[in-house]
């Protein structure tokens, strides 16, 4: 038997993180995100992936709006410090969860087809008899990620930049946008499901309970309402239709600018979405080689399709080595090399190599741009139009300089598989034209939305579920 001080020396494990596996993204397959994040920045300033409906701006001002009033109550008005913010998105995330909650109710199958965050935990909630106390069906841990997660950590980005949403842009202080669109949603809720409580007294509630206070003071928030799809609801991810005109009229403004008001990045996103819709372009990389000449004389634009036409057939050629392996753990190298479609591939992706390595947009002239080397780096392994060379210049700058998850390696004289099938499916490299557009046709600023990017070719958001 051992002694007490041979116990004390053995050695131990403690378990110091969540038993949750940690979820690793999957889309940037060959490191490029970055340098893409800077080119949306440049046609799309002050948007996200995420920021993809103009509804949810009006939604979330409406909860912004209604959680003030509770939190000044409760908290006081200052959310200078972290651990004030974090009381002020207390009493803000049940609103905007109930809100998924009501979408889900009230759409039923056709919520599926909206952007919403936390729908399955929601439908778990739904199905197990909506108890206050079991956060919407979420884990605490996954009640707590929401903030990041949810629908307000995509926007916040918009209440933060867009002019009137937010007070200094503060981002949790309504201003007078957030206040004129609460007070239009009010109108088309009614009365009668309007939250309620006694304004002359603080809440009293017992910190992480908040949303047990909100479910009871706002009992009504699945009734229907008057025209409550079309009025109330997050929009279908088809629907590209202007929104109510009132609620157009409010929303353009802070988006795309105004007379009065020349918010440079507002000016930027009119300017883009104009154009885009102008353009004759049917597929994406027509879209942007129009975009790089109508702005050749913006030093980042100017090299948007020559990126564009780099990273697609990138990932071109990434999807057709993943379909070699579809059924196979390991494959050998010369089955892949000998694909007639992946020697097409290794082609195009010479040629677009070969065509940002021409162009002075490959070195430091693109001035401001901190990631462009990261698009010569890859261009630069690209050497051959022989599938044996391009093919493992390909999978080797996958594994040792590629982002998230591993979809495959090259080992000696076979590729071997690192994740499943639907893990290696990853979303082409975009640049927020898909959200900016919508966000135009909704506001009316362009009258519909251009066919090149209404058949679903968009950039992965990664919202919805992602806390699941």
Same mark, same amino acid.
């Given at each position: 038997?051992?002694?007490?001080?041979?116990?004390?020396? *053995?050695?131990?494990?403690?378990?110091?993180?969540? +038993?949750?596996?940690?979820?690793?993204?999957?889309?940037?397959?060959?490191?490029?995100?970055?340098?893409?994040?800077?080119?949306?920045?440049?046609?799309?300033?002050?948007?996200?992936?995420?920021?993809?409906?103009?509804? +949810?701006?009006?939604?979330?001002?409406?909860?912004?709006?209604?959680?003030?009033?509770?939190?000044?109550?409760?908290?006081?008005?200052?959310?200078?410090?972290?651990?004030? *913010?974090?009381?002020?998105?207390? +009493?803000?995330?049940?609103?905007?969860?109930?809100?998924?909650?009501?979408?889900?109710?009230?759409?039923?199958?056709?919520?599926?087809?909206?952007?919403?965050?936390?729908?399955?935990?929601?439908?778990?909630?739904?199905?197990?008899?909506?108890?206050?106390?079991?956060?919407?069906?979420?884990?605490?841990?996954?009640?707590?990620?929401?903030?990041?997660?949810?629908?307000?950590?995509?926007?916040?980005?918009?209440?933060?930049?867009?002019?009137?949403?937010?007070?200094?842009?503060?981002?949790?202080?309504?201003?007078?946008?957030?206040?004129?669109?609460?007070?239009?949603?009010?109108?088309?809720?009614?009365?009668?499901?309007?939250?309620?409580?006694?304004?002359?007294?603080?809440?009293?509630?017992?910190?992480?309970?908040?949303?047990?206070?909100?479910?009871?003071?706002?009992?009504? #928030?699945?009734?229907?309402?008057?025209?409550?799809?079309?009025?109330?609801?997050?929009?279908?991810?088809?629907?590209?239709?202007?929104?109510?005109?009132?609620?157009?009229? *409010?929303?353009?403004?802070?988006?795309?600018?105004?007379?009065?008001?020349?918010?440079?990045?507002?000016?930027?996103?009119?300017?883009?979405?104009?154009?885009?819709?102008?353009?004759?372009?049917?597929?994406?990389?027509?879209?942007?080689?129009?975009?790089? *000449?109508?702005?050749?004389?913006?030093?980042?634009?100017?090299?948007?399709?020559?990126?564009?036409?780099?990273?697609?057939?990138?990932?071109?050629?990434?999807?057709?080595?993943?379909?070699?392996?579809?059924?196979?753990?390991?494959?050998?190298?010369?089955?892949?090399?000998?694909?007639?479609?992946?020697?097409?591939?290794?082609?195009?992706?010479?040629?677009?190599?070969?065509?940002?390595?021409?162009?002075?947009?490959?070195?430091?002239?693109?001035?401001?741009?901190?990631?462009?080397?990261?698009?010569?780096?890859?261009?630069?392994?690209?050497?051959?139009?022989?599938?044996?060379?391009?093919?493992?210049?390909?999978?080797?700058?996958?594994?040792?300089?590629?982002?998230?998850?591993? +979809? #495959?390696?090259?080992?000696?004289?076979?590729?071997?598989?690192?994740?499943?099938?639907?893990?290696?499916?990853?979303?082409?490299?975009?640049?927020?034209?898909?959200?900016?557009?919508?966000?135009?046709?909704?506001?009316?600023?362009?009258?519909?939305?251009?066919?090149?990017?209404?058949?679903?070719?968009?950039?992965?958001?990664?919202?919805?579920?992602?806390?699941?």
């Amino acid at each position: 038997m051992a002694s007490t001080a041979d116990v004390a020396h *053995q050695p131990r494990i403690f378990f110091t993180a969540p +038993w949750d596996p940690v979820v690793v993204r999957r889309g940037d397959a060959l490191g490029l995100r970055a340098l893409a994040d800077e080119f949306a920045e440049a046609v799309a300033p002050g948007l996200s992936n995420r920021v993809r409906d103009g509804r +949810w701006v009006t939604i979330l001002a409406w909860c912004l709006v209604h959680s003030q009033e509770v939190f000044r109550m409760r908290s006081g008005p200052s959310v200078s410090t972290a651990s004030e *913010q974090r009381a002020r998105y207390g +009493w803000l995330r049940p609103l905007e969860l109930m809100w998924v909650a009501r979408t889900i109710e009230l759409a039923d199958e056709a919520a599926s087809n909206r952007s919403m965050s936390g729908q399955r935990s929601i439908r778990r909630w739904r199905d197990t008899g909506q108890l206050p106390q079991d956060r919407f069906g979420m884990s605490e841990e996954q009640f707590r990620a929401y903030r990041q997660t949810g629908m307000y950590g995509g926007y916040r980005i918009a209440f933060r930049t867009w002019p009137g949403l937010t007070e200094n842009g503060d981002g949790w202080t309504p201003g007078p946008v957030a206040h004129d669109l609460a007070k239009w949603l009010d109108k088309q809720l009614g009365r009668n499901l309007l939250p309620t409580w006694n304004t002359n007294r603080a809440p009293t509630v017992g910190k992480g309970e908040e949303h047990i206070w909100w479910l009871r003071r706002w009992a009504t #928030f699945n009734n229907k309402g008057r025209d409550y799809d079309v009025n109330t609801l997050p929009r279908l991810g088809d629907d590209f239709k202007k929104l109510p005109e009132k609620e157009a009229v *409010q929303l353009e403004p802070i988006i795309f600018g105004s007379i009065r008001e020349k918010h440079e990045d507002c000016r930027r996103r009119r300017s883009i979405a104009l154009e885009v819709a102008k353009s004759s372009g049917t597929t994406h990389i027509e879209i942007c080689e129009h975009l790089s *000449q109508t702005f050749s004389s913006d030093p980042i634009i100017s090299y948007l399709a020559r990126f564009s036409r780099l990273a697609d057939t990138g990932i071109e050629a990434m999807d057709l080595i993943a379909n070699q392996l579809a059924r196979e753990s390991a494959t050998p190298l010369k089955t892949v090399e000998g694909n007639k479609d992946v020697a097409r591939a290794c082609k195009d992706l010479r040629a677009a190599a070969s065509e940002w390595l021409s162009g002075e947009g490959s070195g430091s002239a693109m001035i401001g741009v901190t990631h462009c080397g990261k698009a010569s780096d890859f261009a630069q392994t690209i050497t051959s139009v022989e599938p044996q060379n391009c093919v493992k210049a390909l999978l080797d700058h996958h594994e040792q300089r590629g982002g998230g998850l591993l +979809w #495959f390696v090259r080992r000696g004289l076979h590729v071997e598989l690192c994740s499943t099938p639907t893990d290696r499916v990853a979303a082409p490299y975009r640049f927020r034209l898909w959200s900016l557009c919508r966000l135009a046709a909704q506001c009316g600023v362009i009258k519909k939305m251009p066919p090149a990017l209404s058949n679903g070719d968009v950039e992965s958001s990664e919202h919805d579920d992602e806390s699941e």
